[in-house]
């Protein structure tokens, strides 16, 4: 995400940046006090998202968004200023957002999270996970396959429980529910796990899993979620979601209600 600040103030410029510094710590902020430097910019730049004040020397923020918008069509802008009589003016550009000073770290989110060009999530690691319908493990943009059925529902059970150290029992209970947890049962189990360390290995992906002796857990840092972003406040990710999480297990169904409860909530 690439994020230009403009205001003449320089004190104002700095608490902006600040703030969206806070806000949005993975984020490129760039920040100007003069406008003309601002489409030089753009004019060798694309960017996501631009924080403009409005009343500013030669070019002032509503003459620089149209321009802005020129060199950048799908330009998420956002005025910052003090005054209230723009408003009309702004929205008539179909602009992403119009915020009052003094700006809050809580507006400055809500603005970021309801933007009018929303972004598209770009995977951060070689492993990306779908839970959203059926489940599905993707390196480097193509399906892993699993040489066993138990090993893939293995994994989206460690995917369901993020991170959590599950332990033999508990897997064979979840893998095979309708027979009893005996020697035979944690012998499988055991079985299951090597085949899918054996198939992570060969992908070349085996530390998304955390394993010991006892307990096994999956590695979130290593991956990319679509569960793990739309829980984490990811609102395009929560869009996402129709209604279907790993509809390919039926234990998943506790986890689908949690995902129904946390997107109406947010309508």
Not at 61 to 73: M, N, Q, T
Not at 89 to 97: C, D, M, N, P, R
Request: glycine share 4%; hydrophobic share 40%.
């Amino acid at each position: 995400m690439k994020i230009i600040a403009v205001d003449d103030e320089q004190l104002a410029l700095q608490n902006l940046v600040t703030m969206l510094r806070r806000v949005e710590a993975a984020a490129e902020i760039v920040s100007f006090s003069d406008s003309q430097e601002v489409l030089s910019y753009l004019a060798e730049n694309q960017a996501d998202i631009a924080f403009l004040d409005i009343e500013m020397g030669e070019l002032n923020g509503i003459a620089l968004a149209v321009k802005c918008k020129e060199l950048c069509s799908t330009i998420n802008i956002i005025f910052v200023t003090g005054y209230s009589q723009y408003m009309q003016t702004a929205f008539q550009l179909h602009v992403s957002g119009y915020l009052m000073k003094p700006v809050r770290e809580k507006d400055l989110r809500e603005e970021l999270d309801n933007l009018r060009f929303p972004l598209p999530h770009i995977p951060e690691h070689r492993v990306r996970i779908q839970t959203f319908g059926n489940f599905e493990v993707f390196v480097d943009g193509k399906p892993l396959d699993f040489p066993r059925a138990k090993s893939k529902e293995c994994l989206a059970y460690l995917i369901d429980r993020r991170g959590a150290r599950i332990s033999v029992s508990e897997l064979a209970s979840v893998l095979w529910e309708d027979r009893p947890c005996d020697g035979t049962a944690q012998n499988n189990v055991h079985q299951v796990i090597f085949t899918l360390m054996k198939a992570l290995k060969e992908a070349g992906i085996q530390n998304i899993i955390n394993k010991s002796r006892r307990t096994i857990g999956v590695n979130i840092s290593e991956i990319d979620c679509d569960y793990y972003a739309a829980i984490s406040g990811d609102l395009t990710q929560l869009n996402v979601f129709a209604g279907e999480y790993m509809t390919n297990y039926s234990w998943a169904e506790f986890t689908l209600g949690n995902l129904v409860e946390q997107k109406t909530n947010r309508k």
